[in-house]
């Protein structure tokens, strides 16, 4: 899987507002759209009941599949060690997580929620409240960016550069 890079703010703008439609403009829906085309992953197509996470001895649609998926337990519950591109798996009204949410960084997510038009928010105490997990895609990889910056930008490297022409015009003075 070759290396992405962050989704830009005008690369996510595009998926806010997104009417609801269970089964395909869903919350699994936008995760899979954005995974595959942000990230090049491509996510099953999975068959999603109404009401799925009502009749838990039948389906638990993200337990079930997330890791054949390529998705794992991320270790910590605490957002600072979350990554932009993990999905958080929360279980609103329900004993199922039954709701998925991307992680963008700085405590915003991308979600579609039920009956809702897609969105961005905060993390918020509705969501932290009922999350169960937190998953990462063993494949999404993020080109590191590394601004370089020009020696002559820090001013400690330009005040140290001043020293050395001022040092070195004195020399050349009393010679």
Known sequence: MPEVNYPTE???KQYIGIDFIHGSQDCYGLIRRVYSELFGITLTDYARPD???EHE???SMYTDNFEKEGFRYVDSDLIKDWKVGDIILMAVKSTL???GAIYLGNGKILHHFYGRKSCIENYCRL???T???VIRHKELKFIKVVERMSLADDDRI???MLLQQERSRTRGNNN
């Open 51 to 53: 009401n799925w996470w």
């Open 97 to 99: 997580p039954c709701h």
């Open 127 to 129: 969501w932290k409240n």
């Open 57 to 59: 001895e039948t389906i």
């Open 10 to 12: 005008k690369q996510i």
């Open 158 to 160: 330009k005040s140290f």
């Open 131 to 133: 999350t169960t997990g």
